[in-house]
């Protein structure tokens, strides 16, 4: 136990959850065992090295589980939870190794993409800052990352192609950033060309040019261009 010794109604209490290693944000359930009567009563608190914090008071010891809501507890490392008599808080178990609560979301950017581009590939990157990190997603796929920055090579389809960065901190936080690329790499096909008048001899005369063609996503498009005979 952590705290001084008398006799207790409460013969034994076992902290199950978090028992160490687990990385918590928003609302997890801590977990206990114990043995009693009918009627007792445990109290719930958390320790991070510096003396001991009341989380819940007078909770039946039968129950076995606390919703406990980290919102508003600085994130940190160093963190333990006791369940404890409340009659006598020598009767009590803490966590066996420390855990983590981690409500911040990770910071993630994504530079700038090229679109349109007549390629079938692109290299998707930006920075992230995130101590926990678990992961860093581009369309589901993992990207590789390391100090901060993250990169992955993202295959084009034809078109339009829609983009999600996601980053996941181990608590379980994520932070999404989106995108899209325009992939055109089909070259317009040209139908006709007509030119109007048909000749021309003169001088300071202007011919129109007709261009037809079709370009993918777009369909038929017509382009004149205007050119004066010097």
Do not use: C
Not at 8 to 13: D, E, N, V
Not at 116 to 124: D, H, K, N, R
Not at 205 to 217: D, Y
Request: proline share 3%; aromatic share 8%; glycine share 10%.
């Amino acid at each position: 136990g952590v705290f001084g010794s008398v006799s207790a109604t409460i013969s034994s209490i076992t902290v199950t959850s978090p028992n160490g290693n687990e990385y918590w944000s928003g609302t997890k359930s801590i977990t206990w065992t114990a043995s009693g009567i009918d009627g007792d009563k445990v109290d719930i608190l958390y320790n991070a090295g510096s003396g001991n914090h009341l989380i819940s008071a007078f909770q039946s010891y039968i129950a076995g589980t606390y919703s406990f809501n980290s919102i508003g507890i600085n994130d940190g490392s160093t963190y333990k939870i006791i369940v404890a008599d409340s009659n006598n808080y020598g009767t009590n178990d803490i966590s066996n190794a420390v855990f983590t609560i981690d409500n911040t979301l990770p910071v993630l950017t994504l530079n700038s993409v090229t679109t349109p581009t007549s390629t079938g590939t692109q290299t998707i990157s930006g920075t992230f800052t995130e101590t926990n990190l678990n992961s860093i997603t581009v369309n589901g796929n993992v990207a590789t990352s390391g100090a901060g920055t993250y990169s992955y090579l993202l295959s084009l389809n034809e078109g339009s192609n829609p983009i999600t960065i996601t980053a996941t901190d181990l608590a379980g936080n994520a932070r999404t950033v989106t995108s899209n690329i325009i992939a055109d790499t089909i070259a317009p096909t040209v139908s006709s060309i007509t030119v109007n008048p048909s000749y021309a001899n003169d001088a300071g005369r202007t011919l129109t040019i007709t261009v037809n063609f079709a370009e993918t996503g777009t369909g038929m498009n017509t382009k004149y261009t205007v050119i004066p005979i010097e």
